[in-house]
Nanobody, 118 residues
Framework: QVQLVESGGDLVQAGGSLRLSCAASRISFSIHDMHWYRQAPGKQRELVATITSGGNTNYVDSVKGRFTISRDNAKNTVYLQMNSLKSEDTAVYYC????????????WGQGTQVTVSS
């Protein structure tokens, strides 16, 4: 079955940077839209960033100008570059995939913890 494996989560000071990676396998990666979600303690899971199969990107307002999503189809990997981190960015970050132009279910990774200390 499809596997999505996140990495790169860590403890970082406010103002710092992290790059998350999500390696996909058993998937036609290039024809899937890729997403980063996050879930903070006691809060609902939130869509943070999307990159479509065509390379179009979209971000939640709270991370615009600070986070950048990108993909490398040759490596079946999607990235989330996070700069100017704030304490409110603390969450478990999940990678998700859905075939482009589909309404099927998302595939999910297991998550990686990002903790920003103030």
């Amino acid at each position: 079955q499809v596997q999505l494996v996140e990495s790169g989560g860590d403890l970082v000071q406010a103002g710092g940077s992290l790059r998350l990676s999500c390696a996909a396998s058993r998937i036609s990666f290039s024809i899937h839209d890729m997403h980063w979600y996050r879930q903070a303690p006691g809060k609902q899971r939130e869509l943070v960033a999307t990159i479509t199969s065509g390379g179009n990107t979209n971000y939640v307002d709270s991370v615009k100008g600070r986070f950048t999503i990108s993909r490398d189809n040759a490596k079946n990997t999607v990235y989330l570059q996070m700069n100017s981190l704030k304490s409110e960015d603390t969450a478990v970050y999940y990678c998700a995939a859905r075939r482009a132009f589909s309404v099927g279910s998302l595939y999910w990774g297991q998550g990686t913890q990002v903790t920003v200390s103030s």
